[in-house]
């Protein structure tokens, strides 16, 4: 059965929204940027730190290889797994892509509250996130099976729903 991989900006809750439609479907559910920290056996801040974003896109190219190969699953991806257009051929090999497609304004809410991951830019933080988004929008959007839009005021579970419905119709 074809994994489900969810897209999109840092902020757009990839991560929460994928723990909950895999509890849903009764699948396993794997954030690739947590499977790239156990791997390297250090954060994703570590990894920049020390190594550079360069070394960091070639572990996240090996991860999206190694799940590409995979069934039934739930992955949340990183918001730059775009920048690769060989990831997104990798993840498509075995799965349907969700773009979660977030206005940017709720995306800097919610990174505001975590802020556990490096520059990609060295930026202030919403002009970094505007120019991410206007770099990656195009890629995201090409690369999408489905989009799905925020909507004000409806709860991750019923996005759930919706997504659910979706992959339904397939």
């Known amino acids: 059965m074809n994994n489900l991989i969810l897209i999109g900006m840092r902020g757009s809750g990839k991560t929460a929204m994928g723990q909950l439609l895999a509890k849903k479907l009764k699948r396993h559910f794997f954030d690739l940027d947590q ?29 999206c290889k190694e799940f590409g190969e995979k069934e039934n699953l739930v992955i949340s991806c990183g918001g730059g797994v775009v920048e690769n257009d060989e990831n997104i051929k990798n993840l498509k090999k075995n799965g349907k892509i969700i773009f979660l497609k977030v206005p940017i304004s709720l995306c800097a809410q919610r990174i505001k509250k975590s802020q556990n991951r490096p520059s990609l830019t060295g930026k202030n933080f ?17 690369a999408a099976d489905f989009i799905m839009e925020d909507e004000k005021d409806i709860s991750k579970e019923k996005r759930v729903e919706k997504i659910f419905q979706t992959i339904s119709l397939l």
């Open 126 to 142: 919403l002009e970094e996130l505007n120019e991410i988004w206007e770099r990656r929008k195009e890629k995201y959007l090409k």
């Open 35 to 63: 499977e790239i920290e156990k791997q390297a056996g250090q954060t994703i801040n570590e990894i920049v730190e020390i190594h550079g974003w360069p070394h960091f896109r070639k572990l996240e190219a090996k991860i």
